[in-house]
């Protein structure tokens, strides 16, 4: 068994959200889902984009404006947003706390494509101390 922590997840930041790669190829070798941890500033923003998994939002906390094609609604706690592969999507925190939601991809994106969107070290890495590689005399 497989257990990924927040902390030890690869990342991207960027306009007011975090997001955290929990399962994927690159994470656990899960071809056929990647799953992440979005955090979102009040104001946050993730801009419309599309891609080829099929994709599903589940709102835990806050509130926001959700784009899928054409239309737009306010989401909250509860709500699952799901569309279809190459949907273009966004999401803007609206409210006045952090909205945090999982998401959920299928199939999973390819291990580069998991490098290039979430560049960034865990938490874990980030925190830990550099290693001294040199030898002692």
């Not at 994470?27 to 799953?35: E, F, I, M, S, W």
């Not at 306010?74 to 699952?80: A, E, K, L, N």
């Not at 006045?96 to 199939?107: D, E, F, I, N, W």
Request: aromatic share 6%.
């Amino acid at each position: 068994m497989q257990i990924m922590k927040k902390y030890a997840a690869p990342r991207y930041r960027r306009d007011g959200v975090v997001s955290y790669l929990l399962v994927s190829l690159q994470t656990g070798g899960v071809g056929n889902l990647a799953v992440t941890l979005v955090e979102m500033e009040p104001g946050g923003i993730q801009k419309p984009h599309a891609h080829e998994p099929e994709q599903m939002y589940y709102i835990l906390e806050g509130s926001g404006m959700m784009t899928v094609g054409a239309e737009r609604e306010r989401v909250g706690p509860g709500d699952c947003i799901a569309f279809p592969s190459r949907t273009v999507h966004g999401l803007e925190n609206t409210g006045g706390t952090v909205l945090r939601y999982l998401s959920a991809a299928s199939p999973s994106f390819t291990e580069q494509q998991c490098r290039k969107l979430w560049p960034l070290p865990s938490l874990q890495e980030e925190a830990e101390p550099p290693q001294n590689h040199e030898e002692e005399p």
